[in-house]
């Protein structure tokens, strides 16, 4: 499986392990806002949602 999504033959798109992983939420820093935090999980899930994805 590819990190990144990936075009088939077909046109379809093979979504890539990046989606599933969810690198944002386990950063240590002390300066991230919780308000921060919460924007850039919300946005996350908006663009990886069907919603959201562009096509």
Request: overall charge negative; glycine content about 6%; hydrophobic content about 30%.
């Amino acid at each position: 499986m590819s990190v990144a999504d990936q075009e088939a033959n077909n046109n379809n798109i093979i979504t890539g392990q990046l989606r599933n992983d969810n690198p944002l939420i386990d950063w240590g820093s002390n300066s991230t806002t919780k308000a921060a935090k919460n924007q850039r999980e919300y946005l996350r899930a908006y663009f990886s949602s069907e919603t959201g994805s562009v096509s």
